[in-house]
């Protein structure tokens, strides 16, 4: 089938190649032009033949808003816009109403793969009405990983981007657990070898997953993570699915745990900690620190506990 792209960096461009070593015919637009096959949103819509499929794979937020209303003024009846970003599921409640005043389907789909999707493909979660999703249908085929899993139609606009949600926030978690064992591993005088520990859980334990084999890459690139700085971005999701725990009254304390850790990795000398050893000291006369500490820390010297 033919499929307009918008959006080709590292996800996108991935995308338009599986697609087309599939036999597909994409026509893609990026505001690079380097990158481009056409070079405008007009110029690609009309190389497309109706009914008109237009992936949009461009930064949530504005960039993904604005094209979507781009879109919206060049396509027509009968045409289906997938949003394959990582916008936030209410902004697809509202791109869903301002396209069907237009009769342009809506589809949220969710991505995950990374720079990895080109060779073994993309779990993919879309959300939509079933005579849209059956226009994107082949793209999904094509995009999927190979067997019986990998893509779920997970129910109307929305799903699709909410699952993607949940789903990172799955991920922080798991992220977390692995970073806070290898830390400790790495930190009492007792394993000699922490990277190997970690290979020999990639077969046979229960919490081998494809996030371990990432690590263990990691490690034996960079004994000891040296050339990297702690410090941690978060995308969003994290925050969303944070948020929907609380909208919808359901505990998440290993997700908020998760991404709260992140926010803690971005100071170097935490305002919080700096509060919390003042009133340490206040109330128990625990000693404060001036300056980074030899090795150890405080209760290793035989410090009362907080009371």
């Known amino acids: ?87 936030r599921w209410t902004d697809d409640l509202a791109a869903a109403a301002y396209l069907s005043d237009k009769q342009i389907g809506y589809v949220d789909c969710g991505v995950s793969g990374g720079v990895w999707g080109l060779e073994n493909g993309y779990a993919l979660m879309y959300g939509g009405d079933a005579a849209d999703i059956a226009k994107v249908q082949p793209v999904f085929d094509a995009l999927k990983p190979e067997g019986d899993f990998g893509a779920v139609h997970a129910g109307g606009v929305g799903s699709g981007h909410f699952s993607k949600m949940v789903h990172n926030g799955i991920e922080y978690a798991i992220m977390q657990a692995y970073a806070e064992g290898w830390e400790l591993l790495e930190k009492v005088d007792l394993v000699d070898n922490v990277t190997e520990v970690f290979r020999s859980w990639r077969e046979g334990t229960v919490i081998r997953s494809w996030l371990l084999d990432l690590l263990v890459a990691a490690l034996d690139d960079d004994p000891g993570l ?16 944070v948020e929907a725990g609380i909208d919808n009254a359901v505990p ?55 009371s």
Request: glycine share 14%; proline share 6%; charged share 20%.
């Open 1 to 87: 089938m033919h499929l307009g792209l918008i959006g080709l960096g590292k996800m996108g461009g991935n995308m338009r190649t599986r697609l087309r070593n599939a036999g597909h015919t994409v026509v893609g637009f990026d505001r690079n032009p380097d990158l481009a096959d056409v070079g405008s949103l007009e110029e690609m819509v009309a190389a497309l033949p109706s009914p008109k499929v237009v992936w949009v794979m461009v930064p949530a937020g504005d960039p993904t808003r604005d094209t979507v209303k781009a879109l919206g003024e060049l396509l027509g009846e009968g045409d289906v816009i997938v949003d394959g970003g990582n916008s």
């Open 226 to 241: 040296s050339e990297i700085r702690g410090y941690a971005e978060d995308s969003g999701e994290g925050r969303w699915t």
């Open 252 to 306: 998440t304390p290993a997700i908020t745990a998760a991404l709260y850790a992140r926010f803690v990795s971005r100071q170097d000398d935490s305002p919080a900690m700096k509060a919390i050893a003042a009133m340490r000291n206040q109330f128990g006369g625990h000693a404060v620190q001036t300056s980074p500490p030899a090795g150890g820390d405080a209760a290793d010297a035989g410090e009362p506990a907080d």
